[in-house]
């Protein structure tokens, strides 16, 4: 889950069903594909809630590519305003 959406670049990331120490990937694509955003972070204990600020990223629509070491993918559309 990606929230708050629509944002003003701040948000927050919600996953479930990782395992403690299973790596992250996030990256953020802007409308034109252009990488904004990348990075990467492990699951720790209950730690499942991440935080970005994109505050410097155009007003728009991005996509936020987060996958894991364990192959899972998903992808979510962002509006930042």
């Known amino acids: 889950m990606v929230y708050p959406n ?4 701040a948000f927050f990331i919600l996953l479930k069903d990782n395992e403690d120490g299973e790596k992250i990937y996030i990256n953020v ?14 699951i720790s204990g209950e ?3 991440f935080y970005l600020n994109l505050g ?3 007003p728009g629509l991005c996509m936020v590519q987060i996958y894991s ?3 899972e993918r998903f992808v979510k559309e962002l509006i930042i305003q």
């Open 69 to 71: 070491d364990k192959g």
């Open 6 to 9: 629509p944002t003003d670049g």
């Open 29 to 42: 694509f802007d409308i034109s594909e252009r990488l904004i955003n990348i990075g990467q972070t492990a």
């Open 47 to 49: 730690n499942n809630l």
């Open 56 to 58: 410097h990223a155009y």
